[in-house]
């Protein structure tokens, strides 16, 4: 047993890492940590946007973006992905590369996922410091950008980072579309050797829980660090 | 494209029992799983605080497991991986009796049951210790005690956590199809791949799945006002 997981990384280690690159698109863990940077670093402003749309007071920012919240809390993640896919090119008429229609679905799924978690950071700030902020003459956006959000984000970090671990093993849905990301590779060694299944899937399981579990941990460290100074300063 | 038709596919037999056997299947796998994983959560609950410490190292581990090691990876290991180390009589069995409904609620059941312990631990650690304490003062039993004291208040103070949780779960059976499940996600695609009414068989089963997914909240909501009246402001 040991010695087959040893010999299936051996042999394949380049497909798991990097996929066909460069003969064709790349793939492998490399894919699947791309779209998971990708689909943060996008969906962040994403977030942001909508959490100060979720806390307006304008009816016409408010509840249109509450109802897109709560259709991504509601619909399968899944789902949205096969819309996406099946449905975008019947549409434009232009065909799709599935990464990047899986790169858009994470962008709006966690874009409205994280949107909480900034309101979240928002709302545990209390109202005394906008109302600090207005009463010296800064503008609402003013407020927002310079005093409201860099708290209020900078206490999210750890959510953030456990929403990216979330994105990560959002990514293997891809599987379902063809993305040629790292669960792709191991399905396609699986279809090369056919009698070790278990091996394969085995190696994609440690992969996948070594990355995640190491990730968790920086934000259990991050969030230790980010609540100390308040207990030494009450 | 034509134009858009909804009655091309509620109108047709066919799809209409199709899409009412993904219905089933969702359910059963859904329900299925949330049985298994809840049981299997209270189990390890008991683990995390039996006295020795293999209990609670035996539950970390498979906490750290089964959150850090994506759903549809463990389902993909469950049923490619370790159905084929089974022996062969056991594998026989399974055949007859739809295989890959078995493992997708093994594999999302043993998932989930990990997020459900958690959150009963959660909810357990709000409770106060000497509640413990008290009750073994007055004569409970450790096993009598946590069943009729620390439980039962642990459980609501869960509540919230365990109920978004389920709605997790209701909405990863549709992970199912992967492994060749017939429910819902499945069935929209045989009927899109049938009809070409690649809009309506969508829509349909975004709004079937949304529909659930909002009635299962609404339950959850329910009972959560009922399990404590005094928080939500009754009584």
Same mark, same amino acid.
């Given at each position: 047993?040991?010695?087959?997981?040893?010999?299936?990384?051996?042999?394949?280690?380049?497909?798991?890492?990097?996929?066909?690159?460069?003969?064709?698109?790349?793939?492998?863990?490399?894919?699947?940590?791309?779209?998971?940077?990708?689909?943060?670093?996008?969906?962040?402003?994403?977030?942001?946007?909508?959490?100060?749309?979720?806390?307006?007071?304008?009816?016409?920012?408010?509840?249109?973006?509450?109802?897109?919240?709560?259709?991504?809390?509601?619909?399968?993640?899944?789902?949205?992905?096969?819309?996406?896919?099946?449905?975008?090119?019947?549409?434009?008429?232009?065909?799709?590369?599935?990464?990047?229609?899986?790169?858009?679905?994470?962008?709006?799924?966690?874009?409205?996922?994280?949107?909480?978690?900034?309101?979240?950071?928002?709302?545990?700030?209390?109202?005394?410091?906008?109302?600090?902020?207005?009463?010296?003459?800064?503008?609402?956006?003013?407020?927002?950008?310079?005093?409201?959000?860099?708290?209020?984000?900078?206490?999210?970090? +750890?959510?953030?980072?456990?929403?990216?671990?979330?994105?990560?093993?959002?990514?293997?849905?891809?599987?379902?579309?063809?993305?040629?990301?790292?669960?792709?590779?191991?399905?396609?060694?699986?279809?090369?050797?056919?009698?070790? +299944?278990?091996?394969?899937?085995?190696?994609?399981?440690?992969?996948?829980?070594?990355?995640?579990?190491?990730?968790?941990?920086?934000?259990?460290?991050?969030?230790?660090?980010?609540?100390?100074?308040?207990?030494?300063? +009450? | 494209?034509?134009?858009?038709?909804?009655?091309?596919?509620? %109108?047709?037999?066919?799809?209409?029992?199709?899409?009412?056997?993904?219905?089933?299947?969702?359910?059963?796998?859904?329900?299925?799983?949330?049985?298994?994983?809840?049981?299997?959560?209270?189990?390890?609950?008991?683990?995390?605080?039996?006295?020795?410490?293999? %209990?609670?190292?035996?539950?970390?581990?498979?906490?750290?497991?089964?959150?850090?090691?994506?759903?549809?990876?463990?389902?993909?290991?469950?049923?490619?991986?370790?159905?084929?180390?089974?022996?062969?009589?056991?594998?026989?069995?399974?055949?007859?009796?739809?295989?890959?409904?078995?493992?997708?609620?093994?594999?999302?059941?043993?998932?989930?049951?990990?997020?459900?312990?958690?959150?009963?631990?959660?909810?357990?650690?709000?409770?106060?210790?000497?509640?413990?304490?008290?009750?073994?003062?007055? %004569?409970?039993?450790?096993?009598?005690?946590?069943?009729?004291?620390?439980?039962?208040?642990?459980?609501?103070?869960?509540?919230?956590?365990?109920?978004?949780?389920?709605?997790?779960?209701?909405?990863?059976?549709?992970?199912?199809?992967?492994?060749?499940?017939?429910?819902?996600?499945?069935?929209?695609?045989?009927?899109?791949?049938?009809?070409?009414?690649?809009?309506?068989?969508?829509?349909?089963?975004?709004?079937?799945?949304?529909?659930?997914?909002?009635?299962?909240?609404?339950?959850?909501?329910?009972?959560?006002?009922?399990?404590?009246?005094?928080?939500?402001?009754?009584?």
């Amino acid at each position: 047993m040991i010695s087959d997981i040893i010999a299936i990384i051996r042999d394949y280690w380049l497909l798991l890492l990097i996929g066909q690159y460069p003969n064709g698109p790349l793939g492998g863990l490399a894919a699947t940590l791309l779209l998971s940077i990708l689909a943060i670093a996008f969906a962040f402003p994403v977030s942001i946007a909508l959490a100060l749309a979720r806390l307006s007071k304008s009816p016409f920012l408010n509840w249109p973006v509450t109802a897109l919240v709560y259709f991504t809390r509601g619909v399968p993640l899944l789902m949205l992905i096969l819309w996406g896919y099946f449905l975008v090119p019947l549409a434009t008429g232009a065909n799709v590369p599935s990464f990047l229609t899986m790169l858009v679905t994470l962008v709006v799924y966690q874009g409205a996922f994280l949107s909480e978690v900034v309101r979240g950071g928002i709302v545990a700030l209390g109202h005394g410091q906008m109302e600090a902020s207005r009463a010296l003459g800064h503008s609402y956006l003013g407020a927002m950008r310079y005093v409201i959000l860099p708290q209020a984000l900078y206490n999210v970090i +750890p959510s953030i980072i456990s929403v990216f671990v979330a994105t990560i093993k959002d990514t293997t849905l891809g599987y379902v579309i063809n993305v040629p990301d790292l669960t792709f590779a191991a399905s396609q060694i699986n279809n090369q050797l056919l009698t070790q +299944p278990f091996q394969v899937f085995f190696i994609l399981a440690a992969v996948y829980y070594v990355i995640c579990w190491s990730l968790s941990r920086v934000a259990i460290v991050t969030e230790r660090r980010i609540t100390r100074p308040r207990r030494i300063r +009450p | 494209m034509s134009s858009f038709d909804l009655s091309e596919i509620l %109108g047709n037999p066919e799809y209409v029992s199709m899409l009412l056997l993904g219905i089933k299947m969702t359910f059963v796998v859904a329900i299925g799983s949330w049985t298994l994983a809840m049981t299997l959560a209270l189990l390890l609950l008991g683990l995390r605080y039996a006295p020795g410490p293999l %209990g609670n190292a035996f539950v970390t581990a498979y906490v750290s497991y089964h959150r850090n090691v994506p759903t549809l990876v463990q389902l993909l290991l469950w049923y490619f991986g370790i159905f084929t180390l089974m022996p062969d009589p056991v594998t026989f069995w399974l055949n007859d009796h739809n295989a890959e409904a078995i493992f997708a609620v093994i594999g999302l059941g043993l998932c989930q049951a990990a997020y459900f312990s958690e959150d009963l631990r959660s909810g357990m650690r709000a409770v106060s210790p000497g509640q413990m304490e008290a009750a073994r003062a007055l %004569g409970h039993s450790y096993v009598s005690a946590m069943r009729f004291v620390m439980v039962p208040q642990g459980s609501r103070n869960a509540l919230p956590a365990l109920i978004n949780h389920s709605v997790s779960l209701f909405k990863n059976s549709s992970l199912a199809v992967a492994i060749g499940v017939a429910e819902l996600t499945y069935a929209v695609k045989e009927i899109e791949n049938l009809s070409f009414r690649t809009f309506e068989s969508y829509l349909l089963v975004t709004v079937l799945y949304l529909v659930f997914s909002l009635m299962i909240m609404a339950l959850g909501a329910y009972v959560a006002r009922r399990a404590d009246p005094v928080r939500s402001g009754r009584a």
